[in-house]
């Protein structure tokens, strides 16, 4: 037989490459789609901040974890650490004020993990029974709504009494007098301070215990004397 005839098992055809462009056009389309995924799923603090102003109208309280928990994480440590820094600032300046004044004996001062307290003794804001504010505690009060209206807080204010029943034709028991003395605190701050210094309303809120939430035992003068106080609780800010 003529060479030219015969078959040739190495003979590959010519085209047995080909597959290696398919194969290409595939490791191509993944690499998109890949790339594609990952665009999608990353989201940078600029347009988190603008999904977040979009969404904030519309009460959407989960969105910075739901579209980017590590960018959720940081705005929340952000949002915590002013919030500490601020009660911290708040409770020097008061602490300030109060010892400045040689009211440490009146005025108590706690910085919690919550908020701020301040437990004020009775007779330094009120005479026995009575719920007008003294004219020496008002200063001390002016100087504390300063410092407030530049944080802009939330704030409870509480009224306390002993657990003897109040005798006079005013109040008719200790649940009325402990809430009028805080609603005397609330009006100054919100209603009577000259109109540049008054505090937003709105911020407040007031609560009158009468006897039923003593910090001490009312069997002695000494016990009944702690419990007869107004709390102003200066609230922390909460991360959302």
Not at 37 to 55: N, R
Not at 59 to 68: D, I
Not at 81 to 89: E, L, R
Not at 121 to 129: N, T
Request: charged share 30%; glycine share 6%; with cysteine.
């Amino acid at each position: 037989m003529d060479d030219k005839f015969k078959f040739n098992d190495d003979d590959d055809g010519g085209g047995g490459n080909e597959w290696l462009a398919t194969y290409g056009d595939l490791v191509t389309l993944l690499l998109c789609f890949f790339i594609l995924l990952y665009s999608m799923s990353s989201v940078d603090s600029h347009k988190f901040k603008a999904i977040k102003a979009s969404l904030s109208d519309i009460g959407v309280a989960e969105q910075k974890e739901s579209l980017n928990p590590s960018v959720g994480d940081s705005i929340s440590k952000i949002d915590t650490a002013q919030a500490t820094k601020d009660m911290n600032n708040i409770y020097k300046q008061v602490k300030k004020v109060v010892d400045e004044k040689g009211l440490k004996s009146q005025v108590t001062i706690s910085n919690r993990d919550d908020g701020i307290l301040l437990q004020f003794q009775d007779e330094f804001l009120f005479d026995i029974g009575k719920a007008v504010l003294k004219d020496n505690s008002r200063s001390l009060l002016r100087q504390i709504a300063s410092i407030l209206r530049e944080y802009n807080k939330q704030v409870k204010i509480e009224g306390h009494t002993d657990n003897i029943p109040i005798k006079n034709s005013e109040y008719k028991s200790n649940w009325e007098l402990s809430t009028a003395r805080a609603i005397s605190v609330v009006r100054l701050f919100t209603d009577e301070l000259p109109e540049g210094e008054r505090l937003d309303a709105k911020k407040f809120e007031v609560s009158g215990y009468g006897e039923h939430h003593p910090v001490a035992l009312n069997d002695s003068e000494e016990g009944r004397h702690k419990n007869r106080r107004i709390e102003i609780f200066i609230k922390k800010d909460r991360s959302k």
